[in-house]
């Protein structure tokens, strides 16, 4: 299959580009700088230089890559977790206008299928449960998490609301491996270093992560797939209480501080108490049925 994949060169671009070719598909990158395009170029992929306000620009590469499926992998992130709020706002204009530009330009150009990068970790469901493929996005959760929420049900909405071309939510948990946030050395390690990520209440707020390999594993897989929502999340999710005093093992921390709800939504807000003791794990059971998907353990609960 002719791939076209937009936000080539972010966490997941790199992996997914070369299991894209791994499996025998022809792939055009878009980027936004030259050398990433040259990184592109490295891997085996044809790569395009494009910005995604520019709609015109956007139809232009798609009409030549002439692609059949796009993936929308569009994300405008911080190098550090504590930078996000000043960037959030240019990551919903990139995901909703330029993703705009890309999802209309996929149809202008005759692309089949379309693959929207959304979100496994704001999903709302009953207390205790694991959110499923039918769970919402929680928009009405702290002001941060539900800002997110609605910017990944407006892409969903976008995605779905079109007969035009086949539809591919896939909605990824926390990213961790190379690259990722959650990796030795990279920003959710370096907090735990300094002991800046506490366990919160009880910490029962429970995180479903997926490693940035698997998760372009299924997402290629998706493809082929029936179209529809995906949650492609690993077979662990965990309360905050587990998955981080193990994570700070892991990575050779301390093990975290604890704090009350009331001493963390003083010092930090309260979208570090909802991850710690609101959010809920998801179900990868449609994913690995479907995609016939098989995701490691996460890595740092044999730490």
Known sequence: ????????????????IAELLKQGHSVVGMTTSEARAKNLEGQGAEAVIVDAFDAAAVEAALRRAKAEAVIDELTSLPKEQSDMPKYAAGDRRLRIEGGGNLFRAAIASGAQRYLQQSSGFFLKTAQGALADESSPLDVNASPGVAASARTYMELETRLFRSNEIAGVALRYGFFYGPKTWYCPGEAAANMVMRQQNPVVGKGEGVSSFV???????????????????????????????????SFAKFVGAPEPPHRSEAEARAIAGEDVVYYATKLSGASNATAKRVLRWKPRRLEWLEA
Not at 221 to 244: C, M
Request: charged share 10%.
């Open 211 to 245: 490693h940035i390999g698997d998760a372009a594993i299924a997402t290629v897989a998706a493809l082929t797939a029936e179209p529809g929502v995906y949650n492609l999340v690993d077979d662990n999710p965990s309360p905050q209480a587990i998955w981080l005093p």
């Open 1 to 16: 299959m002719r791939v076209f994949v937009a936000g080539a060169s972010g966490a997941i671009g790199r992996p997914l």
